[in-house]
């Protein structure tokens, strides 16, 4: 049975929740005790208890028709001496958000109504004044004389907002359980699925890589993290990557924003372009979108946010339109991003190269004073069931791509040597592409006729991705080792395609150690953090 | 780089690195060849005959692709001579990994990295004993050098790679392939 109240001369509708129910504790200190110990005791991932001031919000099957003998499952029983009451919740069914009914409503009554007509009006439902609001004086919240069912709440809130010629609008004070705020002001953020996947076109919600909650934990990382992106070329001049771009603080030195190792001078940006323009083997267009996706400028107001929107980009060329270059510089231009980033990005994969494999080993040893840089690579967009060099390299971070329902992306070579998933295109099953920067030059690039592009994808657009997801890990904790990086990104990361992946010991040959989610790496990342500081006030 | 036939020889080649051997396959009718700056248009138009020719400017490269009326060894008696006039550095077949089925273009350049950083001395005995020339040392790696096999033909650089590999004094060396690469 629909239950019914008005907000703003809307009818909204709630259903009661069979399986979850708020707990109402004697002290705000007990909630987020109570919090970790029903974490612990019963809650899935998905659902996990969530606390706030007096109210823990609890989900369990059938909570609501046995709601104290779920909360003695949940809780230990000093906690539950602290219980003051349960009360029973509602999904609401527009947003399909939970909210905990309470005994309080909210109202406002209308200008020039007295204290007396106001306090007839509320007497007149049994229901008295228990505070006003801090900052507008015709508003407070009040509660039923007597101790009622929750339930009722909304039949009274109703009640008091039908008396229009007083009151100018009443509802339940719900305790309410919201959508992750930490969002940019980019107006094409909503069309990149792969950072928040908000379902339709056939997506499945929340088949991403959480960046907004993510970024409720560092907004976009540190502009201290330095992203190199090694592949043909950034036009660093791009109105959303170009406040991003690296700049060398040393005035004296020739890298002002990266290198080209191509042409063998300092301009990293792309130069060549031969018809047709869109074609990625004939032109200088790859390294643009990988850019965009890694740390193209976030809350800008303009077009698209990189998941890592704060972090700086070295742009490195190695390519020129052919993607033919010699060993030793393919090497050193990872050599030389070894000295200047903390994490270097490889869209693209090559025949073993005996010196490409001395340089990795070489910046994870010696990369970040010593703490070794992140190198993460496409596995591979060839179908094929081995991972391409230099993914498999031991030291390197072997990226696949997942699409927008949660799925391998069939292109996505996979096998030993596969780290994580990252979501990305797939075209053999008509899935999205990725929205990210494009090169600016009129006529050039995937899409001829802009800035941006929203056809990106491949194993070449999760690899930057997943970059940019441990350019944030570093953000929070610049401390971490490249080891100690990489085994967060896999531990955090999301078991997806649970019946088709075979997961064994928590690897599967398909999808690596899952997909990666940013939120839960930085959470891990900043909790590395807290164990670190407690080692070192013990060691002192 | 696109191959007008891609046949492959039934006898793989290989290079020893450390341990392993590395197999590559020869495209035997695609060859590469590097051009003296001045002889450019020269050479550019001694291969035109023998099929599709196509540059690679910033490594002084043609790519080659046989005709199918052209003989081989035409082709590799012309290659021969423009060696011999000095209009050519080095020339030798196309390869392709075979795990990868990407291109490898074999140069006359050699990737070595020394146990140590090498004196002079120690670097004059090494490009005697192998007959090589040291052209120049990474700008990252101290201990590590570039080194030519002069009038390169054919397959010299892999040989002599792996003449360096097994070397004491050196941690590894292997042909500085220009790789064909995938974004």
């Given at each position: 049975?629909?239950?019914?109240?008005?907000?703003?001369?809307?009818?909204?509708?709630?259903?009661?929740?069979?399986?979850?129910?708020?707990?109402?504790?004697?002290?705000?200190?007990?909630?987020?005790?109570?919090?970790?110990?029903?974490?612990?005791?019963?809650?899935?991932?998905?659902?996990?208890?969530?606390?706030?001031?007096?109210?823990?919000?609890?989900?369990?099957?059938?909570?609501?028709?046995?709601?104290?003998?779920?909360?003695?499952?949940?809780?230990?029983?000093r906690l539950v001496r602290e219980v003051r009451r349960t009360m029973p919740v509602f999904t609401e069914t527009g947003s399909r958000l939970r909210v905990v009914a309470t005994r309080e409503i909210t109202v406002r009554f209308k200008p020039k109504v007295t204290e007396r007509q106001q306090n007839k009006a509320l007497a007149a439902l049994n229901l008295n004044k228990q505070r006003a609001n801090d900052f507008n004086r015709r508003q407070y919240i009040v509660v039923p004389q007597?101790?009622?069912?929750?339930?009722?709440?909304?039949?009274?809130?109703?009640?008091?907002?039908?008396?229009?010629?007083?009151?100018?609008?009443?509802?339940?004070?719900?305790?309410?359980?919201?959508?992750?705020?930490?969002?940019?002001?980019?107006?094409?953020?909503?069309?990149?699925?792969?950072?928040?996947?908000?379902?339709?076109?056939?997506?499945?919600?929340?088949?991403?890589?959480?960046?907004?909650?993510?970024?409720?934990?560092?907004?976009?990382?540190?502009?201290?993290?330095?992203?190199?992106?090694?592949?043909?070329?950034?036009?660093?001049?791009?109105?959303?990557?170009?406040?991003?771009?690296?700049?060398?603080?040393?005035?004296?030195?020739?890298?002002?924003?990266?290198?080209?190792?191509?042409?063998?001078?300092?301009?990293?940006?792309?130069?060549?372009?031969?018809?047709?323009?869109?074609?990625?083997?004939?032109?200088?267009?790859?390294?643009?979108?990988?850019?965009?996706?890694?740390?193209?400028?976030?809350?800008?107001?303009?077009?698209?946010?990189?998941?890592?929107?704060?972090?700086?980009?070295?742009?490195?060329?190695?390519?020129?339109?052919?993607?033919?270059?010699?060993?030793?510089?393919?090497?050193?231009?990872?050599?030389?991003?070894?000295?200047?980033?903390?994490?270097?990005?490889?869209?693209?994969?090559?025949?073993?190269?005996?010196?490409?494999?001395?340089?990795?080993?070489?910046?994870?040893?010696?990369?970040?004073?010593?703490?070794?840089?992140?190198?993460?690579?496409?596995?591979?967009?060839?179908?094929?069931?081995?991972?391409?060099?230099?993914?498999?390299?031991?030291?390197?971070?072997?990226?696949?791509?997942?699409?927008?329902?949660?799925?391998?992306?069939?292109?996505?070579?996979?096998?030993?040597?596969?780290?994580?998933?990252?979501?990305?295109?797939?075209?053999?099953?008509?899935?999205?592409?990725?929205?990210?920067?494009?090169?600016?030059?009129?006529?050039?690039?995937?899409?001829?006729?802009?800035?941006?592009?929203?056809?990106?994808?491949?194993?070449?657009?999760?690899?930057?991705?997943?970059?940019?997801?441990?350019?944030?890990a570093l953000s929070v904790n610049p401390a971490l080792t490249w080891q100690q990086a990489r085994d967060l990104l896999q531990a955090t990361a999301d078991k997806i395609d649970a019946q088709g992946a075979n997961y064994q010991n928590g690897y599967s040959l398909k999808y690596g150690y899952g997909r990666l989610n940013a939120h839960r790496a930085v959470a891990q990342a900043q909790t590395t953090i807290v164990r670190s500081s407690r080692k070192a006030k013990k060691a002192k | 780089?696109?191959?007008?036939?891609?046949?492959?020889?039934?006898?793989?080649?290989?290079?020893?690195?450390?341990?392993?051997?590395?197999?590559?396959?020869?495209?035997?009718?695609?060859?590469?060849?590097?051009?003296?700056?001045?002889?450019?248009?020269?050479?550019?138009?001694?291969?035109?005959?023998?099929?599709?020719?196509?540059?690679?400017?910033?490594?002084?490269?043609?790519?080659?692709?046989?005709?199918?009326?052209?003989?081989?060894?035409?082709?590799?008696?012309?290659?021969?001579?423009?060696?011999?006039?000095?209009?050519?550095?080095?020339?030798?077949?196309?390869?392709?990994?075979?795990?990868?089925?990407?291109?490898?273009?074999?140069?006359?350049?050699?990737?070595?990295?020394?146990?140590?950083?090498?004196?002079?001395?120690?670097?004059?005995?090494?490009?005697?004993?192998?007959?090589?020339?040291?052209?120049?040392?990474?700008?990252?790696?101290?201990?590590?050098?570039?080194?030519?096999?002069?009038?390169?033909?054919?397959?010299?650089?892999?040989?002599?790679?792996?003449?360096?590999?097994?070397?004491?004094?050196?941690?590894?060396?292997?042909?500085?392939?220009?790789?064909?690469?995938?974004?």
């Amino acid at each position: 049975m629909p239950y019914i109240y008005s907000a703003d001369r809307q009818k909204i509708e709630l259903t009661l929740s069979a399986n979850d129910i708020g707990v109402r504790f004697e002290s705000p200190e007990a909630t987020p005790r109570a919090v970790r110990a029903a974490r612990a005791a019963l809650a899935t991932e998905e659902m996990a208890p969530r606390g706030y001031d007096r109210v823990m919000l609890l989900h369990h099957p059938g909570a609501s028709r046995t709601a104290f003998a779920t909360v003695r499952e949940a809780l230990p029983s000093r906690l539950v001496r602290e219980v003051r009451r349960t009360m029973p919740v509602f999904t609401e069914t527009g947003s399909r958000l939970r909210v905990v009914a309470t005994r309080e409503i909210t109202v406002r009554f209308k200008p020039k109504v007295t204290e007396r007509q106001q306090n007839k009006a509320l007497a007149a439902l049994n229901l008295n004044k228990q505070r006003a609001n801090d900052f507008n004086r015709r508003q407070y919240i009040v509660v039923p004389q007597s101790d009622i069912d929750e339930t009722v709440i909304l039949d009274l809130a109703n009640s008091l907002a039908e008396l229009d010629d007083v009151v100018e609008y009443a509802a339940p004070n719900f305790v309410s359980e919201h959508l992750k705020s930490a969002t940019t002001n980019d107006p094409r953020l909503r069309e990149q699925w792969h950072l928040n996947n908000r379902g339709g076109s056939g997506a499945l919600n929340g088949e991403d890589v959480d960046a907004l909650a993510a970024w409720d934990l560092t907004p976009g990382g540190s502009p201290n993290i330095v992203i190199a992106i090694v592949d043909d070329g950034v036009d660093i001049g791009h109105p959303d990557l170009k406040s991003n771009i690296w700049v060398n603080p040393d005035l004296n030195a020739p890298d002002r924003n990266g290198r080209n190792f191509y042409d063998n001078n300092f301009d990293p940006r792309p130069r060549y372009f031969n018809p047709p323009y869109d074609e990625t083997q004939f032109n200088d267009i790859h390294g643009t979108p990988c850019a965009g996706v890694a740390a193209a400028t976030g809350d800008n107001r303009l077009g698209v946010a990189g998941i890592a929107y704060r972090c700086k980009i070295l742009a490195v060329k190695i390519f020129g339109a052919d993607a033919i270059a010699p060993n030793d510089q393919v090497a050193n231009s990872i050599r030389y991003s070894g000295l200047r980033a903390d994490v270097i990005s490889c869209s693209w994969s090559g025949a073993w190269n005996t010196d490409l494999e001395a340089a990795i080993n070489d910046v994870t040893q010696t990369g970040r004073g010593g703490k070794g840089c992140l190198v993460f690579c496409a596995t591979g967009n060839e179908y094929r069931s081995t991972v391409a060099f230099p993914a498999r390299h031991p030291r390197a971070l072997a990226v696949g791509a997942s699409n927008d329902q949660g799925k391998r992306s069939a292109y996505s070579n996979y096998g030993q040597g596969l780290s994580f998933v990252a979501p990305s295109n797939d075209p053999d099953r008509s899935r999205q592409g990725i929205v990210t920067t494009d090169v600016k030059q009129r006529n050039r690039g995937y899409n001829l006729n802009g800035s941006y592009t929203n056809d990106f994808g491949g194993t070449s657009s999760a690899t930057p991705l997943a970059a940019g997801i441990g350019g944030l890990a570093l953000s929070v904790n610049p401390a971490l080792t490249w080891q100690q990086a990489r085994d967060l990104l896999q531990a955090t990361a999301d078991k997806i395609d649970a019946q088709g992946a075979n997961y064994q010991n928590g690897y599967s040959l398909k999808y690596g150690y899952g997909r990666l989610n940013a939120h839960r790496a930085v959470a891990q990342a900043q909790t590395t953090i807290v164990r670190s500081s407690r080692k070192a006030k013990k060691a002192k | 780089m696109e191959a007008k036939k891609t046949e492959t020889r039934a006898d793989s080649i290989s290079y020893r690195r450390g341990e392993k051997t590395v197999f590559v396959e020869s495209l035997d009718d695609v060859w590469s060849v590097r051009y003296t700056e001045s002889a450019k248009a020269a050479v550019h138009s001694a291969l035109s005959a023998f099929g599709r020719v196509r540059e690679i400017a910033n490594q002084r490269l043609f790519v080659v692709e046989l005709a199918d009326d052209v003989r081989r060894d035409d082709l590799l008696q012309s290659l021969r001579q423009l060696l011999n006039e000095g209009a050519v550095e080095f020339f030798a077949p196309v390869l392709r990994d075979p795990a990868s089925d990407l291109r490898q273009i074999l140069t006359d350049e050699i990737n070595v990295r020394f146990k140590e950083v090498p004196s002079d001395k120690h670097l004059k005995a090494v490009e005697k004993k192998y007959g090589v020339r040291v052209a120049r040392q990474n700008e990252f790696v101290p201990s590590q050098f570039i080194v030519k096999a002069p009038q390169s033909k054919g397959l010299d650089t892999l040989e002599i790679a792996s003449q360096l590999d097994a070397a004491d004094d050196i941690e590894f060396a292997a042909p500085n392939f220009i790789s064909e690469h995938r974004r």
